[in-house]
Nanobody
Framework: QVQLVESGGGLVQPGGSLRLSCVASGFTFASSVMSWYRQAPGKERELVASITSTGGSRNYADSVKGRFTISRDNVKNTVYLEMNSLKPEDTAVYYC?????????WGQGTLVTVSS
């Protein structure tokens, strides 16, 4: 059974930091491209960052470049999103996503709220 379980969301002040984690199970994590998406209230889901199976290539949305870092640990079957210099516009539900061949899986999401 494929599972993606996110954690690490919460309330943070502008300029603060959070680290999201996504633990994967039920599929070959080390061969999968992993991504973080987010969906703000009233907006469409958007890609935040992605990382290839070996971690050799990473891509970021322009809005988070220089502030967010995606990484993965293929031993722990976990993908991370380190978020620094958070802004109110980063407020959203953050989703973990896995894709490999026929696999296309989503986590349940974790809420990040940036507010003073």
């Amino acid at each position: 059974q494929v599972q993606l379980v996110e954690s690490g969301g919460g309330l943070v002040q502008p300029g603060g930091s959070l680290r999201l984690s996504c633990v994967a199970s039920g599929f070959t994590f080390a061969s999968s491209v992993m991504s973080w998406y987010r969906q703000a209230p009233g907006k469409e889901r958007e890609l935040v960052a992605s990382i290839t199976s070996t971690g050799g290539s990473r891509n970021y949305a322009d809005s988070v470049k220089g502030r967010f870092t995606i990484s993965r640990d293929n031993v722990k079957n976990t993908v991370y999103l380190e978020m620094n210099s958070l802004k109110p516009e980063d407020t959203a539900v953050y989703y973990c996503h896995a894709v490999r061949r026929a696999l296309d899986a989503w986590g349940q999401g974790t809420l990040v709220t940036v507010s003073s």
